[in-house]
């Protein structure tokens, strides 16, 4: 019995002693596993530090989509420059000091291209819209933003816009009026007017938004009434537009959904209500001059003493008084009964006076222009 008690005892002995080896093992284990993860760490943050003084610096910056501003214009304005390192720049931040900073960048958009290259994309801004303040013209980009302001004369080309009252006038600010339901009419106007192509929209007047009217290529006065529905009361009067003959001019007046939409022909010697010094009759005018030269339209100029004419589109006699010439413009030619022979005159842009020599060739800004010193006519 005693000896089976001792040989159990040698068992247990053993057993303990293999427990005890295989512990020893496994920790010895762990702390070399340890000891390698530990290793990979600092191999991977020697790398990193490497990267970051050594490797993966900017070597080339590419500008790309400016003719606004310069290559090193957008480099200082963004905060970035050769040497800088790729992995450490925050892009975000580039693309919100140009934003913030260059009026006329719309969108800009920063790219780390590895190793060495740094690729900065910028939009600029497009003008879409003068808006008219107090006689002075402000400039808007397409997605509203200020752009320019207390120009003297409007941009061209692009849409003028009255009545809108600007709540700031500050360049990179957005498009607001003191009247916030303007500000969103405005804006859903210039999307339909973009969508539908009314490319020659030449004026907007929004001093009563009930009653907006617009101006389409000099010619025709569109009555549009208030700011509900646009997108309808548009593409309607666009296929109105569209459908009259060319050169058409009137007035277009959308009258209700009902009632639809009339175009009125514009009568000789009518003036346009949106009359901004392009509209009006170029045919028929009458003139009173008193000692002083008055101009029909940029066609011709009177400048006798009390002449009192009217000009039918150029088949009527003008009547003379006592020290002027009366002549009879035939479209093509006149005579001159005056003291000074007998004048010719054509529509091509030359003039003659026969008994003094006068030569008249072409029109300037203040009218005729003499060739040789002679007297307006």
């Not at 159990?8 to 762990?30: F, H, P, R, V, W």
């Not at 003028?160 to 990179?172: A, D, H, Q, W």
Request: with cysteine; proline share 2%; glycine share 10%.
């Amino acid at each position: 019995m005693s000896e089976i008690i001792n040989e159990n005892e040698q068992n247990t002995e053993e057993i303990g002693d293999e427990e005890l080896l295989e512990y020893a093992e496994s920790l010895k284990t762990a702390k070399l596993r340890n000891l390698y993860i530990i290793s990979i760490f600092i191999v991977l943050a020697m790398l990193l530090i490497a990267c970051l003084v050594f490797f993966f610096n900017i070597k080339t910056i590419e500008v790309r989509g400016v003719t606004l501003y310069g290559d090193e214009q957008i480099q200082i304005v963004g905060g970035v420059q050769s040497g800088q390192n790729l992995i450490r720049l925050d892009t975000d931040t580039v693309e919100k000091r140009l934003k913030d900073n260059l009026v006329y960048v719309e969108e800009a958009k920063v790219e780390q291209k590895f190793p060495s290259t740094l690729v900065i994309t910028v939009t600029e801004a497009e003008k879409a819209v003068d808006i008219e303040e107090n006689g002075a013209y402000y400039v808007v980009s397409s997605s509203g933003k200020m752009l320019e302001r207390s120009n003297p004369k409007p941009t061209g080309n692009i849409p003028v816009i009255t009545g809108f009252e600007l709540k700031s006038t500050e360049p990179g600010q957005e498009l607001e009026s003191k009247d916030s339901l303007k500000t969103d009419i405005l804006s859903e106007l210039l999307q339909y007017i973009s969508e539908l192509h009314f490319k020659k929209v030449t004026y907007i007047d929004m001093k009563d938004r009930a009653d907006i009217k617009i101006l389409y290529d000099n010619r025709i006065e569109i009555k549009l009434g208030s700011s509900v529905d646009i997108e309808n009361k548009l593409t309607g009067i666009k296929a109105v537009i569209d459908a009259q003959k060319p050169g058409y001019e009137g007035t277009i007046i959308y009258n209700s959904v009902d009632s639809g939409i009339s175009a009125i022909a514009k009568e000789k010697g009518s003036v346009s209500e949106i009359d901004h010094g392009t509209a009006g009759d170029k045919n028929k005018d009458t003139e009173q001059n008193d000692a002083q030269d008055e101009q029909n339209n940029g066609e011709a100029q009177d400048n006798g003493t009390q002449d009192q004419w009217t000009d039918q589109g150029g088949d009527e006699q003008y009547p003379a008084d006592n020290n002027t010439d009366g002549w009879t413009d035939n479209g093509q030619n006149g005579t001159d009964n005056g003291q000074t022979g007998t004048d010719t005159w054509t529509d091509d842009g030359t003039w003659q006076d026969n008994g003094e020599a006068q030569y008249w060739q072409g029109q300037g800004d203040a009218g005729w222009i003499p060739d040789g010193g002679g007297q307006a006519w």
